[in-house]
């Protein structure tokens, strides 16, 4: 508990004990009305005074009709109404009310500041310090204060402070706290480590490769206290929500406490009895548990997202998410591995090793995963031989001069650009035609893993109401029929290019269901332009990727598909919370509000129903942590 609401907990405590003992004194002493004011006015003021303070300072700044003004106005009344003609004092009523709105304040600072807390927690990814080498030893500093190039030390059980190479050292790492992933992953030298993760065996000197705001856990962190800035479509309606309903509440406060002792003819007599049921009336109006509840459970669920490794970069995408009516995947590195590996080589008319070593030549230069299978396939490919005017064709392949001699390496509708005539294959996978000099040679079949949960994830995301499932590729019929239906997609399209992608998209999104929404699963590098067109863009794999956490609304820190259905599932639990608060805060109110009218709802009864449904609605709404 902060010292704020220490100090809080103590003037609610003295001021539960100054209204006992001034509900004692005034039931033993004959005191007059105005004596009695006296006695009720310090507690009063005990548990109130900061509330009314607050209340005065917005009056002065023209922003009235917040839960402070309307407790003010109200109490105040209260403690009035007593000196009004034929009037009953309601002093222990005010000083009752006043009471319990400290009591709800202080319950709703408490959730509030465990759901912050929560979340502080789980993002607690960045270390206070790093050991840096400098000067042949090693220096204790700030992680700020270590520039890129420079190498430091991560010892056993620390956390990496910063993203970089490792350059010594083997261990084993914890990346729970990037991609919710409990396994830890082996690392060596060669290989990138990420700020975040938490070394657990061995010591591991690395390379800085990014300074400290540029690092993966402060664009983690970043993301996620930002996310609130992007507020979602029940957010932004209860606030304009609020912003109506109070007005109309008060005028109709007015209404109530003047109209009908002016109808009656007896307005002084009846005055005091409608009063009441006015300030009643006023009580029970504040907005409060749904302008706090609901932008809680949505803070929630971004921080209960975040833990499991699904950023969300606001509350409206993950309102989008739990809309989902069509999810639309990439193939390559989302459903598949994306670790390509030669299955077959069938040459033609050249041997096997001089048709891997044409293609291995050709690719020399291309970070194309294909390329890169075939170079690993061919690993005396950096030879002697001259490869020049290489020339990259966008959709079918590349073609340059080996030894003077022209090759082409692609697809079928590179040979037939060439008027090459290739021969079709039956093995399952990406086919790679090769040519020379305007002769076909032969192909090479390389084959991409599809990834362990793929199924699993289409399947719960039809059990989550996901009526459309469909995968994008590049790739040829064969292959994309072939991962579709061991997945368990509806429909694909193959032999695209990316621009194709993004027109496919299109045609979905004006495809889909009213009211639904659609997803484009992919890196986050070569599919940038679908992410960015469809209702929400979810970035696969995209640990330590600048282009996906900048393309994508939703990235996913590891590569399995499952991680999508979780979180449409987290999106779902936290909207069910928020409409649970909707739902129980509207009905409460509405019913008390109406008792109120009727003259059949105390002061009492009143402050429960507001400051009780508030705690009750934020309490609720730390569930989503959890979702």
Known sequence: MDKENKERLVKIIAGGALLAVAVIVCKMCDLKTWQELLVFMVPYLIVGGETLREAGEKLLDRELLDEDFLMSVATLGAMSIGFLPGAESQFAEAVFVMLFFQVGELFEDMAEDRSRRSITELMDIRPDTASVERNGSVETVAPSEISVGETIVVKPGERVPLDGIVTDGISTIDTVALTGESVPRKIAAGDEILSGCVNLTGVLKATVSKSFGESTASRILDLVENASESKSRSEGFITRFAKVYTPIVVACAVILAFLPPIVSGDFSGTISKWLYRALTFLIVSCPCALVISIPLAFFGGV???SRKGILVKGSNHLETLARLGTVVFDKTGTLTEGVFEVTAVHPETIGERDLLHLAAHVERYSTHPLAVSLRKAYPDEADSCSVEDIEEVPGQGVRAKVNGREVSVGNSAMM???????????????????SMDGMYVGHIVVSDKIKEDSAKAVARLKGYGVSRTVMLTGDKEEVAAFVGSVVGIDEYRSGLLPENKVKEVERLLREKPDGKA?????????????????????????????AALEAADVVLMDDKPSKVAEGVRTARKTIGIARENTVFSISVKVLVLALATLGLASMWMAVLADVGVMVLATLNSTRALKA
């Open 303 to 305: 921080g209960g997202a």
């Open 518 to 546: 659609l997803a484009f699963v992919g890196d986050g590098i070569n599919d940038a332009p679908a992410l960015a067109r469809a209702d929400v863009g979810i970035a696969m794999g995209a640990l330590g990727s600048d």
């Open 416 to 434: 037939e650009s060439s008027g090459v005539i290739w021969k079709e294959c039956e093995k399952k996978g990406t086919i790679i035609h090769v």
